[in-house]
């Protein structure tokens, strides 16, 4: 189970790894827009447990969603324009093209779903993911919203005050993920909020529970 610094947890009953489901290789192309998972692949296997969207073309997969697949040997990727195998590093370095945060995004996205939850892209104010429960993606709407923290990159306390505020409006569970300097993954649930008299919070420092 997934527990937070006061204690709270995540339920995670009955959860399992992903590695522990059979591998399947399913070819993918790298698209401008992502990685194309072709309608004459399984593409409804991996949108009925949370990933991609869907296209006329088949299942757009985001780059992290692509890493996570890729690196447990369920998709292959091929270049769209050279013809040649993507590797994990190639496409990674891609992601990092259009996102600075790219390596902090997948290894929580990877994190949550070694946990067994099932992961969608978030929606503004800072928001990085929705987390659903397991059996719950496609039932009902995502139980936390995560907000994705890189101990050292200064968050304002008005950001995420107002982050916090949004999520209560839609009386969701705000988790901040906080990955420390030693790599590791720390998450906070956030119920209410008192800032410090500093103008900007860092890392393990920006929240008051």
Do not use: C, H
Not at 170 to 188: D, H, S, T
């Amino acid at each position: 189970m997934l527990k937070d610094k006061r204690g709270q947890r995540m339920k995670t009953d009955n959860m399992t790894d992903e590695t522990q489901q059979k591998k399947v290789s399913i070819k993918a192309l790298l698209i401008k827009e992502g990685v194309l998972v072709p309608s004459s692949e399984d593409i409804e296997g991996l949108s009925s447990r949370g990933y991609g969207r869907p296209d006329d073309r088949g299942l757009i997969l985001n780059f992290y969603e692509a890493l996570y697949l890729l690196s447990k040997g369920i998709i292959e990727i091929i270049d769209e324009e050279t013809n040649e195998n993507v590797t994990f590093q190639s496409l990674l370095r891609k992601f990092r093209s259009i996102n600075e945060d790219a390596w902090v995004k997948f290894l929580i996205y990877r994190d949550l779903r070694s946990r067994g939850y099932a992961v969608r892209e978030g929606f503004g104010f800072g928001i990085d993911f929705r987390v659903y429960e397991r059996g719950e993606y496609g039932k009902d709407a995502a139980d936390y919203l995560v907000f994705g923290i890189q101990e050292g990159k200064p968050v304002t306390v008005e950001d995420l005050a107002k982050t916090l505020k949004y999520v209560q409006n839609l009386k969701k569970k705000l988790i901040l993920a906080v990955l420390n300097r030693r790599g590791e993954l720390v998450y906070y649930s956030l119920s209410q909020f008192q800032p410090y008299n500093e103008t900007q919070i860092e890392g393990d420092k920006s929240a008051e529970t």
